[in-house]
């Protein structure tokens, strides 16, 4: 179907084009710039002023081709979704603007980034103690999160804590351990780092052996998606095999990259995390879903393998039935996939709280560190990693990657200093750590909650939840410009209702959206 363009749109579209020719050749610039050496000692301003004018370069190429636009200079298409959910945030073009009644309420405007960026927010005064103590102080002391709660707050500009409440106390994190994994295994391993996943023809003997690199995200979906696929990995060994004069081997696979028991503490038959093994497809979910709840293989890696005999037995190839073995140092690799970078697999894991790429990373975190693959040795591993990054560790346990085992113990301290350690200019391999987090309102485990609050759109943060655990610890800029880490752990051992509890957290992140607190 073929939409007209409006008239607003055809009156725009020659400046627009103009300008989008203009900009074209600053922008492939700027992108052949932050390949050089000097872009990793830009200061934090200048990191986000560049990437923000270089968002507005490339904004510009590409509305020449995202008509049409109705009358307020809102897409059409997207101002009929935003209604379609209900009033549940938008933005406000004006009493004038034609919206339709059932049009979202307006939500707040986001500070004058570029403004702040040019100067003002490093001039603007940091939120004061007693300030932010007026504003979360109440907010913290709703009734409704439990019998415990925590909470810090800090600049990240300059790494000082402006509130704490508790702070230095360990609770339950829940999905905040998260952000620790995160920073451990970029820290560990780099951000560019890929998994691979690879099949090995042991020599003198017709032995095949489908060796796990600990990669969740390999897929035998026909579409890939970016993830490395079993089917091309069964391509690329079936052309190995067959120049090699082969058509039939004995398959097996190999798991032993990883130690320990592969069932998580919470057991077997959970719907949040499949057995941790070097080898599984599509995180052992035995649907067609790629994220949140769903039923697990019960053995992820026998599952794997037989998909693989049977892409092979497509490609010509005869197996017989797969079994577990481990590949010697002699085997010769035949072929190879890679998953995405381990930037890409950390900000999947955190938009999405994935337990499995949690888990993966963790153990990717010990193999980097000396440590054996196993909870143990992840938990260790990641300790190790952030001691090194000189992170207040007092008090703080991990006992898995993921957050889903009830023995780790954070506390808002380390959880805000992990977000200002990525934010801070000489790391910028941590940066994932943020760029995953959930977008309030938006995206991932915020993408349903902040309905009518101020910090939709403005707030990012991880959540938590266990049974009587919730958390919340992400980033927000002020109204004043001055970007915020904060922290909100909270624990009780009687019921509450936890959409309450969600709720009054993130009510308090939203107060800290709108806060003018400076001195």
């Avoid at 992108?31 to 968002?55: D, H, I, M, N, S």
């Avoid at 935003?82 to 004038?96: F, L, M, P, Q, V």
């Avoid at 909470?151 to 829940?174: C, F, M, N, S, W």
């Avoid at 590949?327 to 938009?351: D, F, H, I, N």
Wanted: aromatic share 4%; glycine share 10%.
């Amino acid at each position: 179907m073929s939409v007209p363009e409006l008239k607003a749109w055809r009156a725009a579209r020659p400046q627009m084009e103009r300008f989008a020719r203009a900009v074209w050749p600053w922008l492939v610039r700027a992108v052949e710039a932050v390949r050089r050496p000097w872009f990793a000692r830009l200061t934090t301003v200048q990191f986000t002023a560049g990437a923000a004018l270089l968002g507005l370069a490339l904004a510009a190429t590409v509305v020449t081709a995202a008509g049409p636009w109705d009358s307020s200079g809102q897409r059409t298409a997207e101002r009929d979704f935003a209604a379609s959910r209900e009033g549940s945030g938008g933005a406000d073009h004006g009493t004038g603007s034609g919206t339709a009644p059932k049009a979202p309420r307006p939500a707040p405007s986001a500070p004058s980034v570029l403004a702040g960026l040019g100067g003002t927010t490093g001039s603007v005064s940091a939120p004061t103690e007693k300030a932010l103590g007026d504003v979360l102080g109440p907010l913290l002391d709703d009734s409704s999160l439990g019998s415990e709660r925590t909470a810090a707050i800090v600049d990240v500009a300059t790494g000082k804590q402006l509130y704490g409440r508790a702070a230095d106390e360990a609770l339950t994190p829940a999905s905040t351990t998260k952000i620790a994994t995160a920073v451990a295994a970029l820290s560990a391993t780099g951000a560019d780092h890929r998994i691979a996943t690879r099949t090995a023809l042991e020599p003198g003997t017709k032995e095949l052996v489908l060796v796990g690199g600990g990669d969740p995200t390999l897929t035998a979906r026909k579409e890939a998606n970016g993830n490395a696929s079993l089917r091309t990995l069964a391509d690329k060994t079936a052309d190995a095999l067959k120049a090699r004069k082969l058509d039939a081997v004995t398959l097996s696979y190999d798991t032993t990259l990883y130690d320990g028991p592969a069932l998580h503490p919470i057991g077997p038959d959970n719907a949040n995390l499949a057995p941790v093994t070097a080898l599984m497809t599509d995180e052992g979910r035995l649907d067609d879903s790629s994220s949140g709840p769903a039923d697990r293989s019960r053995d992820p890696a026998a599952d794997a393998a037989r998909q693989f005999a049977a892409l092979l037995k497509d490609r010509g190839i005869k197996t017989k039935s797969p079994g577990p073995s481990k590949a010697t140092g002699r085997a010769e690799t035949l072929a190879k996939v890679e998953s995405p970078p381990l930037s890409a697999l950390v900000e999947r894991m955190l938009t999405n709280s994935d337990n499995d790429i949690a888990e993966a990373l963790a153990r990717q975190t010990a193999l980097a560190s000396g440590e054996q693959a196993s909870f143990e040795g992840a938990s260790a591993a990641i300790r190790t990693q952030l001691k090194k990054l000189e992170l207040p560790l007092e008090g703080v346990k991990f006992a898995d990657g993921s957050g889903l085992d009830r023995a780790d113990r954070l506390t808002a301290n380390l959880l805000t200093a992990l977000l200002a350690k990525a934010a801070a200019p000489d790391h910028p391999e941590l940066r994932p750590a943020l760029t995953g987090l959930p977008v309030a309102g938006f995206t991932g485990t915020l993408r349903n909650r902040y309905t009518d609050q101020p910090g939709t759109g403005v707030v990012r943060a991880k959540t938590g939840t266990l049974t009587g655990v919730h958390a919340l610890a992400g980033t927000v800029v002020d109204s004043e410009g001055r970007l915020l880490a904060f922290a909100f752990l909270t624990s009780t051992d009687h019921p509450t209702d936890p959409a309450a509890t969600q709720k009054a957290l993130d009510g308090a992140a939203s107060a800290l959206a709108n806060c003018g607190c400076g001195a």
